[in-house]
């Protein structure tokens, strides 16, 4: 059974920055499409970031040019660099597959961005 542990959120204040990291028990990366998803607070979960198997990248237009999706398929770890941080990107933020598979979905890490 894989299991993925996201870590790096925390507090932050508008305009800064956090890295956050997405840890698999096993590699599941190299052939997988990898993605972040985030949930805000009476929203439903949303994909923010995508890696592909070439390593192309995608996000949603609410990120863009503002958060970095990578991968080190040596250390089996996915990460998501996000930069000036906006209040409206509070949410917990999850990495599984793309689309995502139900037994993948860890507890996130919570993101705060004060204002």
């Known amino acids: 059974q894989v299991q993925l542990v996201e870590s790096g959120g925390g507090l932050v204040q508008a305009g800064g920055s956090l890295k956050l990291s997405c840890a698999a028990s096993r590699n599941i990366f190299r052939f997988n499409n990898m993605g972040w998803y985030r949930r805000a607070p009476g929203k439903q979960r949303e994909l923010v970031a995508r890696?592909?198997?070439?390593?192309?990248?995608n996000y949603a237009d609410s990120v863009k040019g503002r958060f970095t999706i990578s991968r080190d398929n040596a250390k089996n770890t996915v990460y998501l660099q996000m930069n000036s941080l906006k209040p409206e990107d509070t949410a917990v933020y999850y990495c599984?597959?793309?689309?995502?598979?139900?037994?993948?979905w860890g507890q996130g890490t919570q993101v705060t961005v004060s204002s």
């Open positions: 599984n597959t793309v689309p995502g598979y139900e037994a993948y």
């Open positions: 890696i592909i198997s070439d390593d192309t990248t």
